[in-house]
């Protein structure tokens, strides 16, 4: 198994290409200054997923041994097959493993690493980890600790950049937290206004409250987040600014007092607070602005004597007018953009400015050059509020890097989203010379990503780059919400689709058949070939494909290579090409005279159609005799809507609720849901307690019919 591992590690990183970050990508550094620090030689990565294989590839380029952790989750993870050393430091739940500073300072000190990368989340911004390692004598390939303590908490950093020019959006940043004082100072600032976590990012413990009748319900939720994430629940307000654009932009500095701004990024359009596609440069800035955002964020960091990567976040409103958000002290997730614009390698800039050198560059020597986009691909259903997902990845296709593709990612065939952690399966990194080119190569790309076992976001970020508004770059944080018809349309099956549906469908089944027919002892007898051979008539088969809750009855007759398919009562002449690999078929189709290509993949009783358009995932249905003995459950009961941990359970055997009453927190990919009544009634049975791991669907309140409900 170990060797099976190292082997598809081995292809996918040829397939990334060790130069998926350009050939040309790195700049001669200065190095005429006698340099402080040793050279380094072995680096911890104190993360994990593609995060730490990122930084992996840049040390290993770099000739720099690599010394990676992982809990027992993550036991056969991508990033423990590319180090050179692994560690075990713990059970899955990142507080008991990648979130303990000793557990990982201790692995730092037995495998004789200099330094400790926190990659881009995790300990990367933790004050204290910062510290412990100064004081062990570990570099920390990040800025120092009083720059992440300054910038880390929303109300110090906000005077900070008042104090040193940088625009902000004024608030309540107060020590009073009582609900009072709060609620006085939102009715103050006036509706709507943002309720954040001091320590807050990544969406993390941040609500946007409208009215005053919701505010005391939306702080307890945003304070209960924010305590979850970041062991804080200090608050603060601010007035929100309504249709903004989330731009951010690249910083770095040095030990030698050099500071350069890397240009922008929007990463406007968002979902729960979290960014989805990013791009830079962003669209429709003119250069004044460009250079004003930049020295804004040049202006932020010197104010706190700022080493290192960092990204200083803007709000800006139509007119252009930008407020400082907030600084995230370390690398971001979307950085490749700005390396594809910039040609750097963000993280070989880190490592040698936490070695003492300076900047390569003056920032008059930065330029850019075309286009770039970042597409995040998550394990999560936006049909149903982009609710995240896990499970296993029974089968990863993934478009060709290189050519100004380049694709991040810490997973292979096989392996599982865990619901311990964020559930993003790849960054889709695509640059062109310009935008518009680069975001028809994006769509082109994201049409050759096929995953089955978990459902993703693909289609959406199709549906969303093809966009009209998109494409024009009118782009803004309510971008999804006021464009939610178009996004989510209502889906039909072309007949298009299901004739490929039902050629693969009829093709792969029979192909199983046969399979199975050599395992026999007899494998000619005509039992088990199960051809459907007929003697004066053409064979037909009826299917029923369940798409969601729809089904469709399709007809099929094969005619050696052509096909006849019936559909709502319209014939339809097929002629297939194609070709086979195990369950997954290519398949191209001439129905009624026009050509079209596709991928099937068939697991189990599900077929997986990926088109041009985006996929699609049809059943065929499971016999009501099978569905009764596994069991099912009772629209009545509330249900799981994903994978995740229990965290908090409401209500008791014979407790009375009304509909749309709480019953459940549930903690999953590091967000808190909560699980209200389906309907009014009286709680029969509570089926798990707070701690337990529970799957999609299972029942976690079973009702009782309330006679007086």
Known sequence: MASLRAS???????????????????RSWNRSASQAAAPLEKLLIANRGEIACRVMRTARKLGIKTVAVYSEADADSMHVAMADEAYLIGPPAAGESYLCMDKVMSVAKKSGAQAIHPGYGFLSENTEFAELCAREGVTFVGPPASAIRDMGIKSTSKSIMSAAGVPIIEGYHGEDQSVDRLKKEAKKIGYPVMIKAVRGGGGKGMRICMTEDEFETQLESAMTEGRKSFGDDVMLIEKFVETPRHVEVQVFGDSHGNYVYLFERDCSVQRRHQKIIEEAPAPGISEEVRQALGEAAVKAAAAVNYVGAGTVEFIMDKNFKFYFMEMNTRLQVEHPITE??????????????????????AQEQLKFTGHAFEARIYAEDPNNSFMPGAGPLLH????????????????????????????????????????????????????????????????????????????????????????????????????????????????LQQSRLVRSSQLTQDPFSPFSWCSGARVNQVASRQLLLRDGDKEVAVEVESHGGVFVVRVDGVEHEVVAEMTEDGDRLSLTCTIDGVKTSSTVIMQGNSLHIFTLDGSNELHLPVPKYLQSAEGGTSDDDAVAPMPGVVERVMVDEGTQVQKGDPLVVMIAMKMEYVIRAPRSGV???????????????????????????
């Open 8 to 26: 598809k590690t081995a292809n996918l990183l040829r397939s990334l290409g060790r130069s998926d970050l350009r050939t040309s990508l790195c």
């Open 340 to 361: 594809m614009i910039t040609d750097t390698d963000l993280v070989e800039w880190q490592l040698r400015v936490a070695s003492g050198e300076k900047l390569p560059v």
């Open 396 to 507: 990863i296709t993934t478009p060709r890097a290189g050519d100004g593709v380049r694709i991040e990612t810490g997973v292979r065939q096989g392996d599982e989203v865990s619901v311990h952690y964020d559930p993003m399966i790849a960054k889709l990194v695509v640059w062109a010379a310009d935008r518009q080119s680069a975001l028809r190569r994006t769509r082109t790309a994201l049409q050759d990503y096929h995953i089955v076992g978990v459902n993703t976001n693909i289609k959406f970020l199709l549906d969303l780059a093809a966009h009209p508004e998109f494409q024009a770059g009118n782009v803004h944080t309510d971008f999804i919400p006021q464009h939610k018809d178009q996004l989510f349309p209502e889906l039909t099956l072309s007949a298009q689709t299901l004739c490929h549906a039902a050629v693969a469908m009829v093709t």
């Open 683 to 709: 709680v029969e049975r509570v089926t798990y307690q707070p701690g337990q791991t529970v799957n999609r669907g299972t029942v976690l309140v079973h009702f009782k019919e309330d006679e007086g409900a």
